[in-house]
């Protein structure tokens, strides 16, 4: 079993920035692919990042390409997400997940075993 828990979240305005984090306890993520997701009210979840369980290779949406970072520290066991030039359209719920894969990154949420249970941003006008 694997309790991913995320933090950092909060309400920030727009053109702030926040720092999640996600902190994974039980068995190690060090060789699993993780990613983060979202879901805004009424809304599907979202693949927003993505990262190799070696911090080769991420992935982020289109939708947060050049303002959100995914990072990881493997010895932490804790997974980041950065993000910048923040948006009232990045209001929702985010989570992260880990991956089934260690070199494949999916953006769906199929790809994912465990997840976490959310950490709300809100980003006023």
Not at 34 to 60: D, H, K, L, Y
Not at 73 to 82: F, G, W
Request: hydrophobic fraction near 30%.
């Amino acid at each position: 079993q694997v309790q991913l828990v995320e933090s950092g979240g909060g309400l920030v305005q727009a053109g702030g920035s926040l720092r999640l984090s996600c902190v994974a306890s039980g068995r190690t993520i060090s060789r699993s692919a993780m990613g983060w997701f979202r879901q805004a009210p009424g809304m599907e979840r979202e693949f927003v990042a993505g990262i190799t369980w070696n911090s080769g290779r991420t992935t982020n949406a289109d939708s947060v390409k050049g303002r959100f970072t995914i990072s990881r520290d493997n010895a932490k066991n804790t997974v980041y997400l950065q993000m910048n030039s923040l948006k009232p359209e990045d209001t929702a719920v985010y989570y992260c997940a880990r991956g089934n894969y260690q070199v494949t990154i999916p953006t769906t949420s199929n790809g994912y075993d465990y997840w976490g249970q959310g950490t709300q941003v809100t980003v006023s006008s």
